[in-house]
Every structure is written in structure tokens, then in C-alpha cells.
């Protein structure tokens, strides 16, 4: 026995029923809204969530008092109403209440043509989504015949006639709506969207207003900026006479346009009307509303309203308007924008409504699109750079000796490696496109060819496009769309400057990278790695030649040929960087970085150093570790060839005084990497506070300076209070202090880390997402114990989790003094601080 | 002004005397010991340690009071007294009290020669010791004319005459030695014996008892057990009519030899007295001491004894002698065995009386010695042994397919590496004498010649001797000490069984080392590595179709082939084990290290497998990974690659049920090697239980297993709670731990280690003795938190940690139910766990 429910529990939408958006829907709310504003909204009932589930449940709707509501001439749309305008839902189904004697009313009225329109499309949607059948039988465009044959076709589909009682079409319209919002694909698209399995679903019956008439009729919408770029301009599409699709439509520009026709023209006071709602919305509504409208015979009606959907340039320019019009305040202007939005902001990108031939797909690794000529090497690449010729330097995975090559690309894609991999590392920092682990390509390097999956063969030379927004590799050129980092973009980022309460530095080795971190307004530079500075072809030579010494004494003289360079390279941050702190982590490789692996280089290194290939051979030989990571680098190396950082240091502080005589005083730091144990920090501050008394002596100057500790082996988490005894800092690389709590190379994880996320055994990839259980509690520990010992230790994080805003919020929490990150990731992590201290103000 | 210190703080040694080690020294308090018991020690006066110190810090001694008490007549020896008999102190020195006079007495008493003797050693002794003149002028051996010599060089040298008045020789002597004792040689030559720097010296002033007499005279020393071996057995010496050196000795047996005249025969009643004595002191002082004697004419004299000094072996013996006869209790036997002594007993040692020709040195990496001739490849050693002759293998380093190599070899020796290398971890487990980071030597291994430092070159089938408990390589031959696993050593280590409250488990990989396990009464195995089962040349070229298989199921193909060979290795170890607890982990090695590296074997696989050779080459390149420490192994491969755990199951339970048929019933432990987070323990648990059931059913049998974790990753230790939630036990794996949480790769630390330690940047090397404060903070969290999660679960550790001293007591302390160690450390490890019994009991 079928229950059956009475639809009693409804309620008019009158500006001031007790309409919720969590019992009727956001679309009732903003139905009632746009009424409380006496926007000229049809009549619309609201049915509860408990009433459309009870019905999905299997009970009768019974609409007696819901269709009486409407009196006799029953016309009216059913729409859905979830909690979220994101959620779908079923598709609206209008005309309900048609049949042979309203369609004989209506022919009267506005016309045969149109009458026969508005009831074959009622018919349509009744046949496939109430009776269910086969759609491709009603799918016939409006004209003669067109009606009577839908007709004919349900009838004999269902050997019945076309239900005439419009009572009856209404029950079974709401049952048809409300059992579709409990089918599988429905549950799964929304959860898609981010919907719990359950969520529940409002519908709404709405006296129709038709777009059909014998006056001036048509429907359309309406928005106010651009969806794209955000410009207050008014956009949207207004055809007359037409209830959705139709042959006889005619379609009008809105505004004023010497191409045609505009309702502007055609109706100035229905456009005008239009324009005063709209304004209405924004200011009452505190948003740009997108409206849906129709006109009956010169009546204006506001059927349905929206949030103008927008591109991530167009939030940012929207919420800086709203606020400067003082419609919302600033801190709502920040709120209303995702701060990961932005990286869109600061590259091209590929327009999406461009075509795309997609040849390959990899790990989307360093946002952004460039188009350019495929290059194997990295020689080639400088080759390309020389000739002022955009390339893509394509390569199985980088090392630290490409990175000239990756400097004079236009974006990078490797066959290997994952989002912390080096090039990917790399070409953050220098904000290039990149795409890792495109595993489905296959590279010759021997025949400078690359293969992909579809059997097509691009040769060096050929164009390629790299979109590291999404991953995909493009046949030749694709259109772009330009950065964005206009006024409302900056503007935007200082009001979220005013509220944040953590620091955001950057990550910068060169003066490039130091410029990009000043242009994102950055506090300062958080990491500056100095190896790169010794892959220069000259610098290189020396540094060999400094492995290779036999002595003490030859390290020095080699080392000493290098002193003014690293002076000068030092010199350039700190002028770039004003006064701002830079931390200056010292040496961090293996010495075997900096050696050729093969026949031919160790032949040439031998010819440069004079000494026999077979000495070159085994020193390489000697040098090589089996787990580099693990092996003779960082202060180890400091600790057993103690003249590198003595150089550094002299590097250094000689900077130090030069800059601050030309320009803003500065106060460097020097960060020590891969320290395990508090003796090495002991070590090597001894040794470089006898290089800061010597500079000053001899340059008689002045100056002070902070020596910190890079924490990355679980170790130095754990001993961190003995540790911050010797230091001023603590900061915490987060990429290998991950690589070292999980027991996993990023280098190697690749091969394995997609099945791994796949299946669930690590939530997320830790190295693109700080892994706050394991990684995180040896962040708590270490900086419970540093602030112990040392109240004033500064702390802060400095892997490429810097950026990410989990751990911006993890770090806040923790009572970090600031994160740094890719120069590129900076404007996402100063709003992400700004959200999170507005939305969980510290105590205090 | 010299201040003066009256000698009137001195204490004569009768049985009743306030006589402590803390303020007389050891010395004092033997000597009153030997007193009590009636021994016939001569008159001793002790000078506590604060009058030594008072004139060592310049007071002048004023010894009247002390030389009264000697008489008119005073003739004294002045001995040292340290805290302990090990640290040393200034020689003693005799006769003081002798001059003109007194030498004119004893001419008529004792005869000119004897008189002349001891007069002359005490010039001697007084000029180079006191008078600080050079002592190649103070030689001559006793004799005509040799006083007289001696006395006109002292004038002639200190232009005054030798000192007459016996006092005072007996006030500068006790200066001298005062002062020698806070000279820099005494004090580094103390710290090194472990004293602290500041030690008390006491001085002993002793009535001389001369050796030389008109009747029958001498000195010698005698102990009742032989010092090597521990046996019951008279061993001395006995020189007639001689005090110390002398020209006219005459040197008789202690006991009947048909050699010679023996004091038993000459002497019947001092022999019988001497014996008595040391029986008294046995019984009495609870230990074989050594007593040094004097007779003279009849009358014998004891001036000192001595703890006899004693060998591993024979420390062994004598304690278990000890309680055997009721001296002692069991627990005093155990005690009285330092516990990293008993490894020595376990293999065969260079005879330490044994010249031996050293030509290299390196680190003593597994204990023992042997002998035999080189060979620079696995495949020589196999050749070797089936020639039935002793080989050494060499090697720049060892890697996994050396293993069956050093199984044929009689000891290892390698270029490189540390404690915990490759070579040294196999060999310690293999008891195989082995010494690595021999870097002194040059290997050549296309000449096949060695070359060692002082330049000679030794050739393949050249003999040479390992001497792995000292790390010297030695040219040719040497005389060896067999092993000594006797009654004794059974007997102590059951003793210390019943006292221990930790279990002690061996890492055993093959019935050999089980077997071992077996002899050195393990109570079970607590690491059995899997992957060296993959090594043998019949099962590798399975492996690797295994792993160049492109599908599941030709994988599972391949396996099946592995199955049997894996389930009779199973069932050899549980006959074994004969129901004690065996430890399985899982296959943990990265696939790579079973595949060719080089052209040639790459070309054979190709052949092998009918694939192309590029295939090959390009599959060996994408498996080849950067830190092979942290990349693909373990429960990561187990996941990706699930058949190998499947296969491995399979064979475990199978062979479960067929040892359990015909032999004690088996409860096989697995474990899960690699783990970093809950999830790959769940996911690899739920495919072991459906082998498990599925064997059940298949053999209809029963069977109970349990499934357990290595926890040797730091966010394992962390997340220990929840781990445990699905592990019956956690065994930590300190190997890697310790590499992961200093980010120290045990393989390449060698080259730095040395110099860190001697820094003292780290206290220890942490793959030697367990970082307690890193490192061991990780196994108190974790487990804390597995304790926590799970109150039965078992912990242990069964890195190369396990079986040092130092580790037990950290594990007993931090509740662990067992530690696991290579076979032959299990003797160490059950000696020091009842050590730590019986030293700190625990509460409750």
C-alpha cells in the first residue's frame, strides 16, 4: 500500500516567512532575499526538505492545497533548491498545469505558435523525466505538427493519454524531482562538489512568467561585471519571445551596440528597472548578482538569481570594488577570495576556451603556460636563450648542473620525478611552467626525439606548449591569457597584509629570484641556497680544483679565487633586498655534485687539473655515496672541510659592510643545514665568529649578525633545546625533515606515490602536503623545546610546504614567527594568513 | 719559604686499623687484609692520601716520627697505593735507610756481594728517581767495583756526597714519588685507565724483607691458577739470593719438574706455607690472588699480592670455580665476567704471545682470527673452500651478492665501510673474523694485488691473517688461541639465564645461523632476513623474470617457482627453532639490487629472458634510484607488488603446517618491514589473513600466527599507537632508525665518522653504541604509544644494536620484552642482561 502525504508543509516566500536555506534551500533564501528587496518575483512556494524526502521515500504526493494555492488556472515551474547552489540537482520543469483546454486558453491569448511551444515543452519534460521514456522521441524543435506528434508518441509509448489533471502533473513532476535527487549519479556528482552523501534537497513551485506575448515579451539574464575580468560591464543575453529554446526567437544586445538592436533601445524602462535591481542585489545583497528574467508583454519578472560566477581575476577585482564602494568590508574583501586562486594570477595561462591538442599528461608541477621550441639539453636551452628563442628544456629529470639551462627556458617537462622533485623545486622558485613524472612520454635523447602515447614523434626544434597549471602537454602553440597583477591584486594583498599575524619570506638564490620575492612584497628572504652559485662555468673549474686539493693550504687558495664572487653575489641580494633579512644557508651538497660522472668530463677534468684520468676516476669514485641524501654534505662537510664555510662566512660578512656602507644596514643570517647534533652548531659558530672578528678588524667595521640552525633530521627536532642554545633561529626545511621521518627520497617516491594516494595510504603526498602527524609533531616538538631553552628563538619553516596554506595554518598555530616559500607562492600565502587569522583570531 | 709537613698522620697496618681504600689505597687495605689473615707481612706504615698530596704540592716531609718507628736500624721499601691496582703510580723503591754504615753491617750479616747489591740498587734507584740524574749513568748489573762507580758518579754529578742519614733519604724518596704522581705522563697514563685526573695516591712504608741471606734466600711470586686458561695450577717464579735483578741468581720451579731443582723440593715447608696462604686468601679475600714473597735465610716474608691477572677464558673459569666450591655466590660469579669479554672466547684469537707481522690496520668490525689465502671475488672463495683450503676474501666493499662468497670464506677484509657495513653486519652474523675501512690498503683488483703502506704487494692466493678483534691485517701465518665455549661458559651464562629478566633473541637469516642461535641458546629468532634466500643462483634468474614480468599474473607465475624453495628454507628454520618463536620480515630490499649493473651482465640477462638488450638496460636504468635507502622496499614494495608478500605468506604457513606435523608446534611471527603509517599495515594484514585462511582450508590444518611491525622509520615511532592497533608486535629496527633519524646513511658516514668522534661532535658512533637521546627518544614514544593502543603488545629491538650492554639496559629500562642480536652476540647479551639484573632490580 503506497502512503501517501499531504503537501501541507509549504510556505509562501513573503518577506517575512521563517524561510532557512538549511530547511528550503539556498534558492528559496535568495528568491526571498530578491523579494524583500520588492523585486517583482513571481508567487513561489517553498516545500521543505522533510516534505521532497518523504516523497523520495516512496509516499504519495498529495497537492491539493499546494495546487489550490495557485487557484484554477494552475500554471507554474518547479524548481530545485539545495543547501549550496554548486550542488546540481534536477532540471527545472516548467509549464506544469498545461493541457488541452489551458493550451485552448492560451492560444487565444498570446497565440497558437507560442501556446503550442509552451505545452510541447511541458510534454517533452513529462515524457522523459517523470514517465521516463525514450528521450530521443521527444525532441522536436516547436512548429507545425510538432505538438500533436509528441502527443501521438506518448500515448502510444505509454498506452494512455497525456495527463490532463494538473493536479496530478504536479505530484508526479515533485515525486519525479525529488526521486532523481536520491539517484546514484546525482549522489555522486554533488559529492564531487563537495556534498555530503545525504545532503538534503528543497523544491520550489513558482507561478510561471512566461516569455511569450502578444506585447514585448522574451526571458534572458543579466550580470553586471565580467565574469572573466571582473570590470563593472554589463554582460548577458535577452531574446524575445522565447520560453528557452525556440525557432522564432530574436535575440537583442543588451546595452546600446551598432550591431543591432539592445533592450536598452527596444525597452529603456524594463532595462532601466533591470539596472536598479541589479544595483539593489549588490549593495543589499553585498555581491554581483547574475539575474534570470522574462518579460510578458512589457511585465518585467526576476525569475531566478545567481552569484556571478567568476575567474579567479575576476574574485579578486570584484571583492576589492565591493569594498572600495564600501559595500563589504576589507576583511570580507579578503575572505571572499581563494587564496590559491592567485597562482592563476601570476602566470599565462592557457585560455580555456582556446582548443587544445593534448599529446601527454604529467604532474602539473609549477603553474602557469609557456609555448616554445623543445630543447634536450641544457646547452641547448642557453643556445635557444642566446638566439632570443622561446624553449621548453625537455629532459628525463634535472640535476643541479641544468639549472642555467632551466634559467633560459620557458618552461620545463621531465619524464621523472614528483612535485618536490628538483625541477620542480626549481622551476617554482624561478616561476617557470613545469610539468614531472610525464611518464607516458618516451625520451631518446640519443636520436633527440620524444615519443608519445598517440605514436607521434616530435624532434627537437618542434613547438610544444606546457600547461603546469593542469599538467598537459600541448602540440604547438595555444592562446594565453596574460598575468594579472593589477592594482586590485595588490591592493587586495596589503589589506591582508593589515590583518595577518604570521611573517611570509620567500625562498630566493639569486637576484632574479630576490627581485621576484621584492615585486611579492615579502618580508625578507627565509632561504637562500648558495650552491647554485658555484655551478657558473668559471666557479665550477675552482671548485674542482678545491676537491681535488691534497692540503689545507690548496683548498684555501682555490677557495680564496672564489671569496670575491660569492662577495659580489651576496652583495646583489643584500642591496636588492633593502634592509630585509636574508637567512643565508650555507654549503648543503656533496662535493660529488660538483664532479663529472662520466668518461668524457672526468677526461677533461683531468686535462684541466693535469693529473692522471686514473687519479680523477678514483677520487669521483671515492666521492660517490650510496644514498647522497643521507651521506658527506650540509655541516658535515663544514665540520671536515672547515675551509668552505669559512668562506662563506668571510663572503658573507665582507657583504655585509659593503652593502650596509651603500645602502640600508644589514644584519645577515647564516643558517647551518642538516645538523643533528648541538656540537656541530658549537663547531662552526666558533669558527665563524672568529671570521666576523677578523672582517671587522680588518675592514674596521661594525656589524652584527644571526646564526641559526636549518632543522631537518628528526635529530635536531628532538634536541632542539640543546640545539637553540647555540642559535638565534631555528628553521625548519620540511623537505628532507619529511624525507627523513617517512624513511622516503622524493627523488624515488615517484614511482610509487600515486598508487600510494590512490589508495590511501598516506592521506595526501606529504611532500606537497606537510604531513601534521608525523612531520608536524617533530615541528611541535622541536619548537616547544628551541622556544624552552631560548624564549626568543625565532621559528620558521622553510620547505616548500611554506606556501601551502595547511601549513600556514599549522605553523600559526604552532606559534611560528613566519614561513617562507617560492617567491611565486608568496601572494597565496599572504592571504591564506590573513584568512586564518581571521577566521581563528589568536588568543591574547 | 718551603712550608713542613711533620709525617705524624700515619697508620701502621694491624688487623684492627681504620684502614680504607678511599684514603690509603688499594695496596694498604690488601696488605692489612692479607694481615688479618696471619700472613707474614713485615711491618707497613700507610701515609694517607691528603699528607701524599700536601707533599706533592711542595710541603717539606718531616718523616721523624715516621722513621722512629722502623728503629735505629731503618732499611724500608716505599710502594704506591692508589684507589685502584690499575692506575698505576711511581715505582717503588727499596732499601731506603742504607748507606756507609749500615752496608758496613750487612757485609759481615749478609756477605759482601749481597751487601754491595743492595746498596748499589738503592744509589740507582736514589739518583735517577730522586736526585733526577740521567739514568744510563745508574745501569751496571751488580758486581766488583760497581758501588763504588755508582757513588763517585753521584758526587761527581751532584758535586756532594750520596746522603748518609736515613731519614732524610727517606723524606726526599717520599717527595719524589709524591710529585711523580702528579707529573702529565703519570696523569695521562691514569686517565687512560679510566682514573680521573685528580686520583689520591696513598704511600706505603715497609719494612724491608730481603731476599738475600747466609741461608737459604730469594724472591718470587706464586698464583694457583694459570692466567690464560683459568685451570687450577701452581705458576711463578722463585729466584734464589736475589732482590729484583742480580747477576748471581739462581732460578728454581715452584713446584717438582724433572728439569730442575723446584722450591717444593728445596723448600718443603715454605712451599706448604705458600700454598696454605693462597688457599686462606681464596677462601678469605674471595679470589685467586698472586703473592709476591720474600725468604730470607728460611724466613719467608708476603710484600704484596695481587688479583691474579687473568684472561677472558680464564675470568670465566675462575668465577665459576669460585661459586662452584662456595667461595662465592653465583651471582658474585656472574658479576665477576665483564660481559663484552666472552666474545673473545667465541672464535679463534692470535695467540697474544705471538710475534706478529702487521701490515695494515683497519676497523675491528667482527671479532675472531684466521688465516688464509687472499681472493678478490665471491666466486674465488667458492672455488677455495671447494678446494678445501682457507681463503680471505677482499673487497672494496661487500653488497648482497657477496654473501655466498663470505660464507666460503674464512674471514672478510674491505676497503671501505664502517661497523655497520654491509660486510661487517654479514659477518658478525656469520661469526666471521672481518675488518673494514682498511683504507691503508690499495686494492687493484684487475692486477689482483694488494698493496699496503709500507709497500709491499701482496697477490691472490698470498696467505694472510685477519685479526678481527684488534682490526690488524697480518702477513703470513700466526699462532692462534682456539675458541673456548667449555663448561664453564655453558655454566655462567645458565647461571645468568636465571637472573635476567629481558629475553635475548638472535638475528638468523639461514639454518646456520639458527643453528648457531641454537649453540648460544637464543630463545628464538628475532630477525630472519628473507632476501638472501633470493641469492642463490637458481632462485635469482626466477627473481628477476619476476621482476621484469609485465603482469600480475606471469609475476605470480614466477613466484610460484620461488614457493617451494621458500617453504623448505622456512620449514629447515622452524625444525630448528623446534617451536621457539622465529621472526620473519618480509622481502625488504629495492628490486634493483637483484638485477646486473654492469654491460656484460646485462647483456647475459638479456639472453637469459629473450628480451631485447635495450629492454633490459632501460628496465635496470628505471629501477636504479637515487638514495636507494628511502626509496622502494620494504612494505612499499609489498604494497605495489603485493604477490611477493602473497608468495612469502603462502610459504610461511605452509610450511607452518608441515613443521608442526612432524615436530613442536610452530606459531610463526611475521614482520612488516619499512611501515610509515597505519594504513600499509592494515592493507598488507588484510592479504596475509586471506592466505592464512586459505591455506587452513587447503591443508586442512590449524594454525595461529602473529603479524608484526618493524618500526625503523621516525614517523613509525610516532605513530606507534595506532601501528599497533593492528600489530601483535613492534620490533624496532635501530639500523635504520638511527640512519633515518640522524639522515645518516650507515654506507657513507665512514668517511666522516672518525673525525666526528674524535671531535667528539658525536659521543659515539651511533651505529655502535644506541644514541640514547635521539634515537632512543623515538623507542620511548613509540613504545609508549604502542603500550598505550595496546597493553600486550610485545616490543623489542633487533638492529645491530640489540646485543650491546648498553642497549639491554636501555631496553630493560624502558619495559622491552626482548632484544635480538647476531648469534654470536647472544653469550654478551645474556651476560650483561643478568648483569643488569642483579645491578638495578627492578621495582615491583
Redesign the interface.
Known amino acids: 500500500m503506497q502512503r501517501h502525504v499531504e503537501i501541507a508543509e509549504f510556505t509562501e516566500l513573503t518577506p517575512g516567512a521563517p524561510i532557512t536555506v538549511a530547511r528550503h534551500g539556498w534558492r528559496a533564501k535568495c528568491l526571498q532575499r530578491l523579494i524583500r528587496l520588492n523585486l517583482p518575483v513571481p508567487r513561489t512556494l517553498a516545500l521543505p526538505v522533510e516534505t521532497v524526502r518523504a516523497i523520495a521515500a516512496g509516499a504519495m504526493p498529495d497537492v491539493g492545497r499546494l495546487a489550490a494555492a495557485f487557484g484554477p488556472d494552475l500554471l507554474v515551474s518547479v524548481r530545485p533548491s539545495p543547501e549550496h547552489p554548486e550542488w546540481g540537482g534536477p532540471r527545472s520543469v516548467l509549464n506544469v498545469g498545461i493541457n488541452a483546454a489551458r493550451h485552448a486558453a492560451l492560444c487565444d491569448s498570446h497565440g497558437t505558435e507560442a501556446a503550442d511551444a509552451l505545452y510541447l515543452r511541458f510534454v517533452q519534460s513529462y515524457a522523459t523525466h517523470v514517465a521516463r521514456l525514450d528521450p530521443d522521441m521527444f525532441t522536436a524543435e516547436p512548429g507545425p505538427g510538432a505538438l500533436d506528434a509528441a502527443l501521438a508518441a506518448y500515448h502510444a509509448e505509454t498506452d494512455d493519454e497525456f495527463p490532463q489533471d494538473p493536479a496530478r502533473q504536479l505530484a508526479e513532476v515533485l515525486r519525479s524531482m525529488a526521486r532523481a535527487w536520491e539517484g546514484t549519479t546525482a549522489r555522486l556528482l554533488r559529492q564531487a562538489k563537495g556534498a555530503p552523501a545525504e545532503a538534503p534537497l528543497g523544491l520550489l513551485v513558482q507561478q510561471m512568467a512566461l516569455g511569450i506575448g502578444r506585447g514585448f515579451s522574451g526571458s534572458g539574464t543579466i550580470q553586471f561585471v565580467d565574469g572573466v575580468t571582473g570590470a563593472a560591464q554589463i554582460t548577458g543575453r535577452f531574446r524575445g519571445q522565447v520560453q528557452g529554446r525556440s525557432a522564432s526567437e530574436e535575440t537583442f544586445y543588451l546595452t546600446r551596440d551598432p550591431r543591432g538592436a539592445s533592450l536598452e533601445e527596444v525597452a529603456p524602462r524594463i532595462f532601466a528597472d533591470l539596472v536598479a535591481h541589479g544595483a539593489a542585489c549588490r549593495v543589499r545583497l553585498r555581491e554581483e548578482m547574475q539575474l534570470e528574467f522574462t518579460v510578458e508583454s512589457g511585465q518585467l519578472a526576476i525569475i531566478d538569481a545567481l552569484r556571478v560566477p567568476r575567474s579567479s581575476r575576476a574574485a579578486v577585482k570584484i571583492a576589492v570594488a565591493l569594498a572600495n564602494d564600501g559595500v563589504i568590508g576589507r576583511e570580507d574583501a579578503i575572505l571572499r577570495v581563494e587564496p590559491r586562486a592567485l597562482s592563476e594570477l601570476l602566470h599565462y595561462q592557457v585560455d580555456p576556451r582556446a582548443p587544445r591538442d593534448r599529446i601527454a599528461r604529467g604532474i602539473a608541477a609549477s603553474p602557469g603556460a609557456a609555448t616554445g621550441r623543445i630543447v634536450f639539453t641544457a646547452a641547448a636551452a642557453q643556445a635557444s636563450a642566446a638566439r632570443d628563442e622561446a624553449c621548453i628544456l625537455v629532459r628525463r629529470e634535472t640535476a643541479p648542473e641544468d639549472i642555467r639551462g632551466m634559467h633560459a627556458a620557458h618552461a620545463v617537462l621531465t619524464e621523472r620525478g614528483g612535485v618536490t622533485s628538483h625541477a620542480a623545486v626549481i622551476a617554482r622558485g624561478l616561476g617557470l611552467p613545469c610539468i614531472v613524472g610525464a611518464s607516458e612520454i618516451q625520451l631518446n635523447p640519443r636520436d633527440r626525439t620524444l615519443s608519445v602515447p598517440d605514436g607521434r614523434v616530435f624532434r627537437e626544434g618542434d613547438t610544444i606548449t606546457v600547461d603546469g597549471t593542469n599538467g598537459e602537454v600541448l602540440a604547438g602553440v595555444a592562446d594565453m591569457l596574460e598575468p594579472a597583477l593589477d592594482d586590485g591584486f595588490r591592493t587586495l594583498l596589503r589589506w591582508a597584509d593589515n590583518v595577518r599575524d604570521i611573517g611570509i619570506r620567500a625562498n630566493a638564490d639569486t637576484p632574479d629570484d630576490a627581485r621576484t620575492a621584492r615585486m611579492f612584497e615579502a618580508e625578507g628572504i627565509g632561504l637562500c641556497r648558495t650552491e647554485h652559485m658555484f655551478f657558473d662555468e668559471d666557479r665550477l673549474t675552482v671548485m674542482r680544483e678545491m676537491i681535488f686539493a691534497d692540503t689545507s693550504r690548496d683548498r684555501r687558495i682555490a677557495l680564496e679565487r672564489l671569496l670575491p664572487m660569492q662577495r659580489a653575489d651576496f652583495t646583489a641580494l643584500f642591496d636588492i633586498m633593502a634592509g630585509q633579512p636574508v637567512c643565508i644557508r650555507l654549503f648543503d651538497p656533496p662535493l660529488h655534485e660538483f664532479l663529472p660522472h662520466d668518461r668524457e668530463g672526468m677526461r677533461e677534468l683531468a686535462e684541466a687539473l693535469d693529473r692522471p684520468l686514473s687519479e680523477v676516476t678514483r677520487r669521483v669514485e671515492a666521492l660517490t655515496?650510496?644514498?647522497?641524501?643521507?651521506?658527506?654534505r650540509g655541516v658535515?662537510l663544514g665540520?671536515?672541510v672547515p675551509e668552505i664555510y669559512d668562506m662563506q662566512a668571510r663572503a658573507i660578512f665582507e657583504a655585509t659592510v659593503e652593502a650596509s656602507r651603500h645602502g640600508a644596514p644589514v644584519v645577515p643570517e647564516i643558517m647551518i643545514p642538516?645538523v643533528?647534533?648541538a656540537?656541530?652548531v658549537e663547531?662552526v659558530k666558533t669558527r665563524i665568529d672568529a671570521v666576523a672578528a677578523a672582517v671587522k678588524n680588518e675592514m674596521k667595521a661594525r656589524f652584527t649578525y644571526r646564526l641559526g640552525v636549518m632543522v631537518?633530521?628528526?635529530?635536531a627536532a628532538?634536541?632542539a633545546g640543546e640545539i637553540a642554545e647555540h642559535a638565534a633561529f631555528l628553521s625548519f626545511g620540511t623537505n628532507?625533515l619529511t624525507?627523513?621521518?617517512?624513511?622516503?627520497?622524493r627523488?624515488?617516491?615517484g614511482?610509487?606515490m600515486g598508487?600510494?594516494v590512490t589508495?590511501?595510504?598516506?592521506r595526501e603526498d606529504p611532500f606537497h602536503i606537510l604531513?601534521v602527524?608525523?612531520?608536524g609533531?617533530?615541528l611541535l616538538i622541536g619548537a616547544a623545546r628551541g622556544r624552552a631553552h631560548r624564549s626568543d628563538v625565532t621559528l620558521s619553516v622553510c620547505g616548500e610546504h611554506g606556501g601551502n596554506p595547511e601549513s600556514i595554518a599549522f605553523c600559526r598555530a604552532a606559534g611560528f614567527d613566519y614561513v617562507s616559500c617560492s617567491p611565486f607562492r608568496v601572494p597565496v600565502a599572504r592571504l591564506a594568513a590573513a584568512h586564518f587569522a581571521l577566521l581563528s583570531p589568536k588568543k591574547g
Open positions: 655515496e650510496f644514498n647522497p641524501m643521507l651521506g658527506m658535515r665540520i671536515t642538516l643533528s647534533a656540537r656541530e663547531l631537518e633530521t628528526p635529530r628532538l634536541r628532507d624525507q627523513m621521518t617517512y624513511g622516503l627520497s627523488d624515488d617516491a614511482r610509487f598508487s600510494y589508495q590511501q595510504v598516506y604531513d602527524e608525523g612531520v609533531e617533530l
